[in-house]
């Protein structure tokens, strides 16, 4: 049964930081891309970051370019999303997301992912 666990939500004012983790657990990580995703409230599910299997590439939405960072760690079969300079914008449930076989100009898209975390809340204030 995979799992995937996502922690280090929490409340921080703007310009803050977080570091939110994902730990995969019943699937062969390595092998899947790694997408991270949110939800605002009243707004859909929208594309944050993703990295491919070895984390040698890496894709932003424009509105977190310059401020968030992906990274995974393969040998620890997690995959973490380093968030600086935070917004009120920025709050939102943050959910992480594996996909076994995916295109790269697809990567941005939630129906291409086969697997996702409950989410963790993300709350800054102004």
């Known amino acids: 049964q995979v799992q995937l666990v996502e922690s280090g939500g929490g409340s921080v004012q703007a310009g803050g930081s977080l570091r939110l983790s994902c730990a995969a657990s019943?699937?062969?990580?390595?092998?899947?891309?790694m997408g991270w995703f949110r939800k605002a409230p009243g707004k859909e599910r929208e594309f944050v970051a993703a990295?491919?299997?070895?984390?040698?590439?890496?894709y932003y939405a424009n509105s977190v370019k310059g401020r968030f960072t992906i990274s995974r760690d393969n040998a620890k079969n997690t995959v973490f999303l380093q968030m600086d300079s935070l917004k009120p914008e920025d709050t939102a449930v943050y959910y992480c997301?594996?996909?076994?076989?995916?295109?790269?100009?697809?990567?941005?898209?939630?129906?291409?992912?086969?697997?996702w975390g409950q989410g963790t809340q993300v709350t800054v204030s102004s």
């Open positions: 997301a594996a996909a076994l076989t995916i295109r790269p100009s697809l990567i941005a898209g939630t129906n291409e992912y086969d697997y």
């Open positions: 990295t491919t299997r070895s984390g040698g590439n890496k």
């Open positions: 019943g699937l062969t990580f390595s092998r899947h891309t």
